[in-house]
């Protein structure tokens, strides 16, 4: 009875093992496929081949173009274009450029950017999968500075009175925008500095500006500028200046006294009342004599 029980779990654990072997070699022929269906055990996540290039640089853009070829596995659905400020640990995510395998150049331009500003650029390529390859070989670009703008001509005199001077001027200007106004500029007589003495806001739908000096000393020679305002906060040089004197005041005109026309009514009246007297007397005389 008892030899009976032994060899029946003798077989059971024979039993066992065989099931534990076969399970494992299962495993091993099935498993090898990962959980994106690939049967290739690591992905080469891609990279480009060459750095990205730059096209074009304005004070506040930085445009790049890349070649769309790359070391890796695709499939590649996009790139992403990041940026930092130069001597920067961080980098930001400022873009994104889907793939097509009908193009070989890709390109995008990096916006609001600081002017005369160092960055470093850098694309990342985006496997289907969704994962992000290495940072690729980056590059290093500057913005330009800005040429802060000036009036490309000076402005004219509009009108002139004894206490007031009223200019005009254009809107265009030599440099960069974008502008945001006008600074108004006085030189008093005898002086050697300015004074801002106005403020125009720029329109873009205008090509004609106009201001009136106000308070100004009759018949004083005048230095006028107009200086422009960048957006930025930056003010132009100063362009070329006019000048212009106010009018003299004008000649007062005499005034009538009454006592000339009394002495003048009276040296005129004179002579009348003489004649009258003179007539009353004869007229007396000759009706005495009657």
Not at 14 to 35: D, Q
Not at 167 to 175: H, P, Q
């Amino acid at each position: 009875m008892c030899e009976n029980k032994i060899y029946q779990c003798v077989g059971l654990i024979s039993s066992l093992i065989l099931c534990s072997v076969a399970i494992h070699s299962v495993v091993h022929i099935y498993m090898p496929w990962n959980k994106k269906g690939n049967n290739n055990p690591k992905t080469a996540m891609p990279h480009l081949s060459s750095p990205p290039r730059v096209k074009n640089v304005t004070t506040s853009t930085i445009e790049i173009e890349w070649e769309g070829a790359y070391h890796g596995d695709g499939p590649v659905c996009g790139f992403i274009v990041e940026i930092k400020p130069h001597g920067s640990m961080s980098w930001t995510r400022v873009g994104f450029v889907s793939f097509d395998e009908d193009e070989n150049d890709f390109e995008y331009t990096i916006e609001r950017l600081e002017a005369d500003a160092l960055y470093d650029i850098s694309v990342l390529i985006l496997n289907c999968s969704g994962g992000a390859g290495e940072r690729g070989p980056e590059i290093s670009q500057s913005t330009e500075d800005i040429a802060l703008p000036h009036l490309s001509s000076p402005p004219r005199v509009k009108n002139v009175t004894t206490s007031t001077i009223e200019i005009e001027w254009k809107g265009y200007y030599d440099g960069d925008g974008p502008v945001c106004g006008f600074i108004v500029e006085l030189m008093p007589p005898a002086s050697e500095s300015w004074t801002r003495v106005g403020f125009v806001p720029f329109d873009e739908d205008e090509y004609d500006f106009e201001y009136t000096i106000e308070r100004l000393d009759a018949g004083a020679l005048y230095g006028i500028n107009v200086i422009i305002l960048h957006c930025s906060g930056g003010e132009g040089e100063r362009g070329r200046e006019i000048s212009q004197s106010t009018e003299d005041h004008e000649p007062t005109s005499l005034s009538t006294s009454t006592t000339p026309p009394c002495r003048a009514g009276c040296i005129i009246a004179l002579p009348a009342l003489s004649s009258i007297v003179f007539l009353q007397l004869v007229i007396l005389i000759c009706r005495c004599v009657i």
